[in-house]
């Protein structure tokens, strides 16, 4: 073999040899691609968008929390119980796999997955966070529900309760629970949108002070309570104090609600 045969011989070789390279490394990024696609990376663009987060920061053990509503009052402090609103996507496919209230919800290992126990530290009450937790700090290799093993998951979190303010005092008879009242009230979502008013239609309406058959939500049992006639109150009720998961007219599942209650009369 004279030189140059062995010189086309290299310089084939060296061609083989980046071709084979190239090769490799393609299938190595599109397994990487791949496995982000299944349990690696929170696409957040495929997550309901609920505006730009006041604050963000990352715990230790790698929760992204996201502040996008402040608190109001003092931080959750250990061994106290709260009601959570939430509602958990897969970070991969947006798609929610739960939504529901936790009733005295206390943040405590093994209560809740460890992103909880992380990512809502010190939040206050009616604050809203949304939580971008690891597999590792979620449901690991454990499979829950849908949701297949070593998911990332996103949750998008409220502490909710019943948030009442005076703005006129009454002095007449007082509102108890399973009184006969009547009352003028205005109700809106929180978008602004009045979803009924008797002050519009100049028709107060008598109820009973009370959940259940022939009763009222139990938002305006706990808000419209130890009112005094004359008196009127703004109310913020949380979804599960009101319409709860179901949708009524012009009011969608899942609604918090606000109303301006002016109690006329205690029967």
């Known amino acids: 073999m004279n030189t140059r045969e062995r010189g086309i011989l290299i310089g084939l070789a060296v061609v083989l040899a980046a071709g084979t390279a190239f090769i490799v490394k393609k299938a190595m990024d599109d397994k990487a691609e791949q496995d982000a696609g299944s349990a690696g990376a929170f696409d957040t663009e495929r997550l309901p968008d609920i505006g730009t987060p006041l604050r963000e920061e990352t715990t230790p053990g790698g929760v992204v929390v996201k502040v996008f509503e402040e608190g109001r009052g003092e931080p959750v402090q250990k061994g106290q ?8 996507y897969s970070a991969v496919s947006g798609a929610i796999f739960q939504r529901d209230v936790r009733r005295r919800l206390i943040l405590e290992q093994g209560g809740v997955i460890p992103g909880w126990v992380e990512g809502l530290a010190g939040i206050k009450p009616f604050e809203k966070r949304r939580l971008l937790i690891p597999s590792e700090m979620g449901f690991g290799a454990n499979q829950a529900g849908n949701l297949p093993p070593n998911s990332d998951l996103v949750f998008d979190v409220q502490w909710v309760k019943l948030d009442m303010k005076v703005i006129r005092e009454g002095s ?8 006969k009242i009547i009352v003028h009230y205005k109700g809106t979502l929180e978008s602004g949108f009045v979803f009924d008013s008797s002050f519009a239609r100049d028709e107060p309406v008598r109820l009973t002070l009370k959940t259940g058959p022939g009763g009222v939500i139990d938002g305006w049992v706990h808000g419209i309570s130890g009112m ?12 599960h ?4 998961k179901s949708a009524q007219k012009k009011i969608p599942g899942y609604s918090n609600l ?10």
Do not use: C, H, N, Q
């Not at 104090?241 to 709860?244: D, H």
């Open 81 to 88: 119980a709260m009601d959570i609103a939430y509602t958990g």
């Open 258 to 267: 606000k109303f301006l209650v002016e109690l006329i009369a205690v029967e």
């Open 228 to 239: 005094r006639v004359g008196g009127s109150r703004e109310l913020w009720i949380p979804w």
């Open 241 to 244: 104090m009101a319409y709860g």
């Open 172 to 179: 007449g008879k007082e509102a108890k629970r399973g009184s």
